[in-house]
Protein backbone atom coordinates (compact mmCIF):
# COMPACT_ATOMS: atom_id res chain seq x y z
CA UNK A 1 0.00 0.00 0.00
CA UNK A 2 1.08 3.67 0.05
CA UNK A 3 3.00 5.49 2.34
CA UNK A 4 4.48 8.55 3.45
CA UNK A 5 7.77 9.19 5.48
CA UNK A 6 8.82 12.62 6.85
CA UNK A 7 10.52 14.00 9.74
CA UNK A 8 8.99 14.62 12.79
CA UNK A 9 9.50 17.22 14.78
CA UNK A 10 9.64 19.58 16.55
CA UNK A 11 12.00 21.42 14.39
CA UNK A 12 13.07 24.52 16.15
CA UNK A 13 14.56 27.29 14.07
CA UNK A 14 15.70 31.24 14.40
CA UNK A 15 13.78 33.29 12.22
CA UNK A 16 15.52 33.92 8.68
CA UNK A 17 17.08 30.65 9.22
CA UNK A 18 16.35 28.12 6.19
CA UNK A 19 14.04 25.22 6.24
CA UNK A 20 13.71 21.91 4.70
CA UNK A 21 11.25 19.15 5.89
CA UNK A 22 12.04 16.03 4.04
CA UNK A 23 9.16 13.36 3.06
CA UNK A 24 9.87 10.42 0.96
CA UNK A 25 6.85 8.19 -0.02
CA UNK A 26 5.73 4.89 -1.60
CA UNK A 27 3.22 4.39 -4.24
CA UNK A 28 2.14 2.06 -6.53
CA UNK A 29 1.62 3.93 -10.21
CA UNK A 30 2.49 8.12 -10.48
CA UNK A 31 0.91 9.92 -7.40
CA UNK A 32 -0.01 12.97 -6.92
CA UNK A 33 2.02 14.54 -3.97
CA UNK A 34 1.31 17.09 -1.61
CA UNK A 35 2.16 19.35 1.23
CA UNK A 36 -0.44 20.83 3.62
CA UNK A 37 -0.23 23.23 6.93
CA UNK A 38 -1.85 23.02 9.91
CA UNK A 39 -1.96 26.58 12.07
CA UNK A 40 -2.64 26.00 15.36
CA UNK A 41 -6.69 25.49 16.00
CA UNK A 42 -7.27 25.60 12.56
CA UNK A 43 -7.88 23.06 9.88
CA UNK A 44 -5.30 21.60 6.95
CA UNK A 45 -4.88 24.05 4.28
CA UNK A 46 -2.94 22.80 1.19
CA UNK A 47 0.37 24.43 1.00
CA UNK A 48 1.24 23.31 -2.21
CA UNK A 49 1.18 20.21 -4.81
CA UNK A 50 2.53 18.60 -8.00
CA UNK A 51 1.21 15.90 -10.19
CA UNK A 52 3.62 14.41 -11.78
CA UNK A 53 7.54 13.74 -11.84
CA UNK A 54 10.27 17.14 -12.01
CA UNK A 55 7.29 19.46 -11.21
CA UNK A 56 8.30 22.35 -9.10
CA UNK A 57 5.05 23.40 -6.44
CA UNK A 58 5.49 26.47 -4.53
CA UNK A 59 3.62 29.01 -2.31
CA UNK A 60 4.02 31.62 0.01
CA UNK A 61 7.91 30.85 -0.70
CA UNK A 62 8.02 27.32 0.24
CA UNK A 63 8.64 25.08 -2.74
CA UNK A 64 8.98 21.44 -3.42
CA UNK A 65 9.93 19.50 -6.32
CA UNK A 66 8.16 15.49 -6.93
CA UNK A 67 11.47 13.56 -7.42
CA UNK A 68 10.60 10.32 -8.91
CA UNK A 69 13.74 8.84 -8.81
CA UNK A 70 14.20 9.03 -5.26
CA UNK A 71 10.67 8.95 -4.39
CA UNK A 72 11.15 11.98 -2.29
CA UNK A 73 8.98 15.28 -2.18
CA UNK A 74 11.60 17.38 0.35
CA UNK A 75 9.59 21.08 1.38
CA UNK A 76 12.44 24.24 1.65
CA UNK A 77 11.90 27.63 2.40
CA UNK A 78 14.44 29.69 1.95
CA UNK A 79 14.17 32.26 5.33
CA UNK A 80 11.38 31.34 7.67
CA UNK A 81 9.50 33.70 9.47
CA UNK A 82 7.88 33.44 12.92
CA UNK A 83 4.50 33.12 11.40
CA UNK A 84 5.61 29.99 9.51
CA UNK A 85 5.20 28.07 13.00
CA UNK A 86 3.11 25.07 12.44
CA UNK A 87 2.40 21.56 11.53
CA UNK A 88 3.27 20.42 8.00
CA UNK A 89 1.82 16.96 6.66
CA UNK A 90 3.49 15.74 3.81
CA UNK A 91 0.60 13.64 1.49
CA UNK A 92 -0.17 11.43 -1.97
CA UNK A 93 -3.19 10.59 -3.85
CA UNK A 94 -2.92 7.79 -6.69
CA UNK A 95 -5.28 9.70 -8.52
CA UNK A 96 -4.50 13.28 -10.77
CA UNK A 97 -5.13 16.30 -7.90
CA UNK A 98 -6.96 15.60 -4.52
CA UNK A 99 -9.01 13.04 -6.36
CA UNK A 100 -9.06 10.52 -3.90
CA UNK A 101 -8.54 10.10 0.11
CA UNK A 102 -5.03 11.11 0.87
CA UNK A 103 -2.02 9.34 2.49
CA UNK A 104 -0.87 11.70 5.11
CA UNK A 105 2.94 11.48 6.88
CA UNK A 106 2.95 11.80 10.63
CA UNK A 107 3.21 15.65 10.46
CA UNK A 108 6.27 17.82 11.29
CA UNK A 109 5.94 20.55 14.11
CA UNK A 110 7.69 23.71 12.70
CA UNK A 111 8.85 25.97 15.70
CA UNK A 112 10.22 29.57 14.33
CA UNK A 113 11.57 31.65 17.43
CA UNK A 114 12.37 35.18 16.72
CA UNK B 1 -13.93 30.68 -0.55
CA UNK B 2 -13.99 27.12 0.18
CA UNK B 3 -14.68 26.69 3.77
CA UNK B 4 -15.60 23.46 5.28
CA UNK B 5 -17.43 23.38 8.51
CA UNK B 6 -17.33 20.84 11.63
CA UNK B 7 -19.79 20.55 14.48
CA UNK B 8 -19.02 19.84 16.85
CA UNK B 9 -15.45 21.00 17.71
CA UNK B 10 -15.39 18.51 21.01
CA UNK B 11 -17.84 16.07 22.35
CA UNK B 12 -17.69 14.40 25.61
CA UNK B 13 -19.74 11.28 25.56
CA UNK B 14 -20.08 8.10 27.96
CA UNK B 15 -19.66 4.63 26.79
CA UNK B 16 -22.00 2.73 25.16
CA UNK B 17 -23.84 5.98 23.54
CA UNK B 18 -23.59 7.33 20.08
CA UNK B 19 -22.34 10.56 18.72
CA UNK B 20 -23.10 12.43 15.45
CA UNK B 21 -20.60 14.40 13.96
CA UNK B 22 -21.30 16.65 10.83
CA UNK B 23 -19.47 18.32 8.02
CA UNK B 24 -20.33 20.78 5.92
CA UNK B 25 -19.55 22.62 2.78
CA UNK B 26 -20.31 26.24 3.26
CA UNK B 27 -19.99 28.00 -0.37
CA UNK B 28 -19.72 24.96 -2.27
CA UNK B 29 -21.17 21.81 -3.66
CA UNK B 30 -19.01 18.42 -2.71
CA UNK B 31 -20.48 15.37 -4.38
CA UNK B 32 -17.28 13.34 -2.51
CA UNK B 33 -15.94 13.99 0.98
CA UNK B 34 -13.58 12.24 3.30
CA UNK B 35 -13.35 11.13 6.93
CA UNK B 36 -10.23 10.92 8.50
CA UNK B 37 -9.60 10.09 11.92
CA UNK B 38 -6.35 11.41 13.69
CA UNK B 39 -4.33 9.81 17.00
CA UNK B 40 -2.32 11.49 18.64
CA UNK B 41 1.19 11.78 16.72
CA UNK B 42 0.18 9.84 14.16
CA UNK B 43 -0.64 10.86 10.66
CA UNK B 44 -4.08 11.35 9.41
CA UNK B 45 -5.85 7.76 8.60
CA UNK B 46 -8.75 7.70 5.70
CA UNK B 47 -11.58 6.18 7.17
CA UNK B 48 -14.20 6.33 4.75
CA UNK B 49 -14.59 7.85 0.97
CA UNK B 50 -18.84 9.68 1.63
CA UNK B 51 -20.65 9.95 -1.92
CA UNK B 52 -23.75 11.86 -2.50
CA UNK B 53 -26.57 10.08 -2.63
CA UNK B 54 -25.00 6.44 -2.45
CA UNK B 55 -23.27 4.05 0.20
CA UNK B 56 -20.03 5.39 1.26
CA UNK B 57 -16.64 3.76 1.03
CA UNK B 58 -14.43 2.41 3.90
CA UNK B 59 -11.26 1.46 4.16
CA UNK B 60 -10.14 -1.57 5.18
CA UNK B 61 -10.28 -2.30 9.25
CA UNK B 62 -12.74 0.62 9.20
CA UNK B 63 -16.06 -1.24 10.86
CA UNK B 64 -18.67 0.45 8.52
CA UNK B 65 -21.48 -0.64 11.15
CA UNK B 66 -19.73 1.38 14.20
CA UNK B 67 -18.80 4.33 11.73
CA UNK B 68 -22.12 5.21 9.93
CA UNK B 69 -21.89 8.05 7.34
CA UNK B 70 -24.74 9.42 5.41
CA UNK B 71 -24.18 12.13 3.13
CA UNK B 72 -27.93 13.24 2.11
CA UNK B 73 -26.88 16.40 0.42
CA UNK B 74 -24.39 18.16 -1.64
CA UNK B 75 -23.56 20.20 1.42
CA UNK B 76 -23.40 18.17 4.22
CA UNK B 77 -22.03 14.61 5.34
CA UNK B 78 -22.56 13.37 8.90
CA UNK B 79 -20.24 10.26 10.81
CA UNK B 80 -22.16 8.76 13.51
CA UNK B 81 -20.13 6.79 15.89
CA UNK B 82 -22.23 4.06 17.38
CA UNK B 83 -21.50 2.38 21.15
CA UNK B 84 -18.80 4.37 21.15
CA UNK B 85 -16.19 3.57 23.42
CA UNK B 86 -12.79 4.78 24.99
CA UNK B 87 -10.84 3.91 22.38
CA UNK B 88 -12.93 5.24 19.88
CA UNK B 89 -11.83 8.78 21.56
CA UNK B 90 -10.23 10.82 18.91
CA UNK B 91 -9.69 13.26 16.24
CA UNK B 92 -11.97 13.52 13.52
CA UNK B 93 -11.22 15.52 10.34
CA UNK B 94 -13.41 15.79 7.31
CA UNK B 95 -12.62 16.84 4.13
CA UNK B 96 -14.79 17.70 0.89
CA UNK B 97 -13.82 17.84 -2.88
CA UNK B 98 -14.07 20.48 -5.40
CA UNK B 99 -13.07 20.35 -8.57
CA UNK B 100 -13.02 18.73 -12.15
CA UNK B 101 -10.58 16.19 -13.16
CA UNK B 102 -6.61 17.16 -12.48
CA UNK B 103 -7.82 20.17 -10.60
CA UNK B 104 -9.33 18.76 -7.52
CA UNK B 105 -8.85 20.10 -4.16
CA UNK B 106 -9.75 18.86 -0.66
CA UNK B 107 -10.91 21.45 1.86
CA UNK B 108 -10.71 20.20 5.30
CA UNK B 109 -12.67 21.15 8.47
CA UNK B 110 -10.94 22.28 11.57
CA UNK B 111 -11.97 18.64 13.32
CA UNK B 112 -13.91 17.33 15.96
CA UNK B 113 -12.28 15.82 19.39
CA UNK B 114 -14.27 13.09 20.57
CA UNK B 115 -13.73 11.68 24.26
CA UNK B 116 -15.57 9.20 25.46
CA UNK B 117 -15.78 8.09 28.75
Known amino acids: GNSVTQMEGPVTLSEEAFLTINCTYT??????LFWYVQYPGEGLQLLLK?????DKGSNKGFEATYRKETTSFHLEKGSVQVSDSAVYFC?????????????FGKGTHLIIQP | GAVVSQHPSRVICKSGTSVKIECRSL??????MFWYRQFPKKSLMLMAT?????????EQGVEKDKFLINHASLTLSTLTVTSAHPEDSSFYIC?????????????FGPGTRLTVT
Open chain 2, 95 to 107: SARAGLGWTYEQY
Open chain 1, 27 to 32: ATGYPS
Open chain 2, 50 to 58: SNEGSKATY
Open chain 1, 50 to 54: ATKAD
Open chain 2, 27 to 32: DFQATT
Open chain 1, 91 to 103: ALSDRGGGADGLT
